[in-house]
Nanobody, 119 residues
Framework: QVQLVESGGGLVQAGGSLRLSCVAS????????IGWYRQAPGNERELVAS???????NYGDDVKGRFTITTDNAKNTVYLQMNTLIPEDTAVYYC?????????????WGQGTQVTVSS
């Protein structure tokens, strides 16, 4: 059973920092890619940052230079360090992973964690 559990969201003032964590339980599946998406009210869900099993990273244009994605494989955890937060970063942040099994590929989502940046 695949499970993604996010934590670390909250309320922060503009210019502040937060670190999100996602603990991934993926059983016998292989992780192709894991990362973070976000969705603000009225907007589509968008990529924030992702990292492949080889360590290649990809960032959304709006967060480049401010956010950093890292993993701790021993803890099966992916982190999103968010610095210099701005009100436009306010959204629900979702952990996402693309897994490979013997029968194919599947994508999974966490339940989301709210990040609110006040001006």
């Amino acid at each position: 059973q695949v499970q993604l559990v996010e934590s670390g969201g909250g309320l922060v003032q503009a210019g502040g920092s937060l670190r999100l964590s996602c603990v991934a339980s993926v059983g016998t599946f292989s992780v192709i890619r894991i990362g973070w998406y976000r969705q603000a009210p009225g907007n589509e869900r968008e990529l924030v940052a992702s990292i492949t099993s080889e360590g290649s990273t990809n960032y959304g244009d709006d967060v480049k230079g401010r956010f950093t994605i890292t993993t701790d494989n021993a803890k099966n955890t992916v982190y999103l360090q968010m610095n210099t937060l701005i009100p436009e970063d306010t959204a629900v942040y979702y952990c996402n992973t693309r897994l490979r099994s013997t029968t194919g590929f599947n994508t999974y989502w966490g339940q989301g964690t709210q990040v609110t940046v006040s001006s």
